[in-house]
């Protein structure tokens, strides 16, 4: 049995704003969590910087954007990977992180700041263990 003094979902959520914080030096304005039986899809909201945000505003540009977060996530995915294992109890099987800016280009991070990350968990996770989708 899983066990949480305060929700699986609070926890990760702070765990994913202090990944992005230590892996690009911009901390996330805030993180939504929800799970729904193996999948777990964590949303950061504002975790472009500024400069991102500006970069990303092209074609050339969001793909730069897109390949450096898909470059930071890939190369350090792992400690987020088993941090959520640590919190629920499961393997992540599958982890991606994408971007979509305002032209519909699929990339890392979207133009508003917003990244969406999607872990396919390797069984589900119980709903009873699991309390409601957490906003941090």
Not at 42 to 71: D, K, P
Not at 90 to 97: G, L, N, P, S
């Amino acid at each position: 049995m899983i066990k949480a003094s305060i929700s699986m979902a609070q926890q990760i959520a702070e765990t994913a704003i202090t990944f992005q914080k230590s892996r690009t030096g911009h901390a996330p304005k805030s993180a939504t969590v929800v799970l729904s039986e193996d999948t777990l899809v964590i949303t950061l909201h504002g975790a472009l910087s500024q400069a991102e945000q500006a970069l990303a505003q092209t074609r050339e540009g969001a793909a730069q954007v897109q390949e450096f977060h898909r470059q930071l996530f890939t190369h350090a995915a792992d400690t987020l990977r088993e941090e959520i294992k640590n919190i629920t109890g499961v393997a992540v099987r599958e982890a991606i992180a994408e971007v979509e800016p305002a032209t519909g280009i699929v990339v890392q991070a979207f133009t508003t700041g917003s990244m969406v990350q999607v872990f396919l968990l390797d069984k589900i996770v119980p709903a009873g263990t699991w309390t409601q989708d957490s906003m941090l």
